[in-house]
């Protein structure tokens, strides 16, 4: 299976989001993710890197969101 | 291997872009697109859609750059 793990860079260091991530569908500033169990959470932010042969999805909070706690 | 196929989503048509797109990089209204084997290509668009699980990867062209070809 090629799903990715999302991670939320926070302050220079990644903190995972969500694991094994199918789905990813930025819209109006927000960011959708569904994983292969259909777990889904929507975030703020933007898509910064996409690594997919680490299978890594590397996300920015928007700067309004930025010192909010996830 | 876990990368994906980016297409391009013209007119309601998937046109493929890239094949085995290892890194995507959104910055500044463009995606910079970077497969296994070393090609690279940026577009001023945006990223509509991931499907992992499927290899896939659609994107969108800016709404400036619809009518022009690639």
Do not use: F
Not at 29 to 40: D, P, T
Request: hydrophobic share 40%; net charge negative; charged share 35%.
């Amino acid at each position: 299976m090629c799903e990715a793990n999302a991670y939320i860079l926070k302050e220079d260091k990644e903190e995972l989001l969500m694991e094994r991530v199918d789905r990813v569908v930025p819209q109006n500033g927000e960011i959708y993710l569904e994983s292969i169990w259909g777990q889904r959470k929507t975030i703020a932010g933007r898509i910064k890197e996409l690594n997919l042969v680490d299978h890594r999805i590397v996300l920015e909070l928007a700067p309004e969101e930025k010192t909010a706690s996830l």
